[in-house]
């Protein structure tokens, strides 16, 4: 199994500013994602995060938004970038290895932006 | 945290079966989700049920708050339907709690 790690694991911020989110594993994977919740919504795909390349994203999500990256099998960070109150949600990361079928969880991050 | 349990952890069904994936959960929830991990380990969300009962074609859910539980309707199986099938709670401090899973599959 993998245990996994975010941080923040909430923070509320102003209007125009950026906040990074890390995703840290304790074993190395080969999957990692990243996910959106907003409030009263399901959980929606924003990219997969590709170690040493850039993230692939998902419809609607871009990379001057949502910045990536992942420089190792352990670890990502995901950005939000010139935020608004739009982008106040739960953001979580998902890692695994598509070779056991399994998937873990990070606990989330829930972002209010004032 | 809230423990969430799935059952069965595995289960082979023949095509055009049904099938009942089950969710336990320990606490109280503000939602429950249920997931279909597709072969490139990517989320596809199924429905968002913290209560009550939903309908998507062969799948339905059932959410049953006070006593803790959902249920995952899936009705002639076919060989597309085999995967992961997670369900995921959030608490009331909107913290994420995911099952370990049901991993399905269907033979023709």
């Known amino acids: 199994s993998a245990v996994i790690s975010q941080k923040p694991s909430r923070d509320i911020c102003q209007r125009g500013t950026s906040l990074t989110i890390q995703c840290q594993v304790d074993?190395?994977?080969?999957?990692m994602f990243w996910y959106r919740q907003q409030p009263g919504q399901s959980l929606t795909l924003i990219a997969t995060?590709?170690?040493?390349?850039?993230?692939?994203?998902e419809s609607g999500f871009v990379i001057d938004k949502f910045p990536i990256s992942r420089p190792n099998l352990t670890f990502s960070t995901l950005t939000v970038s010139n935020m608004s109150p739009e982008d106040s949600s739960i953001y979580l990361c998902?890692?695994?290895?598509?070779?056991?079928?399994?998937?873990?969880f990070g606990p989330g991050t829930r972002l209010t932006v004032l | 945290g809230i423990q969430v349990e799935q059952s069965p952890p595995d289960l082979i069904l023949q095509e055009g079966a049904n099938s009942t994936l089950r969710c336990n959960f320990s606490d109280s929830v503000n939602n429950l989700q249920w997931f279909h991990q597709n072969p490139w380990g990517q989320l596809i969300n199924l429905f968002y049920i913290p209560s009550g009962t939903k309908q998507n074609g062969r799948l339905s859910a059932t959410t049953v708050a006070t006593e803790r539980y959902s249920l995952l309707y899936i009705s002639s199986s076919q060989t597309t339907d085999s995967g992961v099938y997670f369900c995921a709670v959030e608490d009331t401090g909107n913290q994420f709690y995911f099952g370990t899973g049901t991993s399905l599959t269907v033979i023709p």
């Open positions: 998902s890692a695994g290895t598509v070779l056991t079928d399994t998937q873990y």
């Open positions: 074993s190395q994977v080969t999957m």
């Open positions: 995060a590709n170690q040493g390349s850039e993230a692939t994203y």
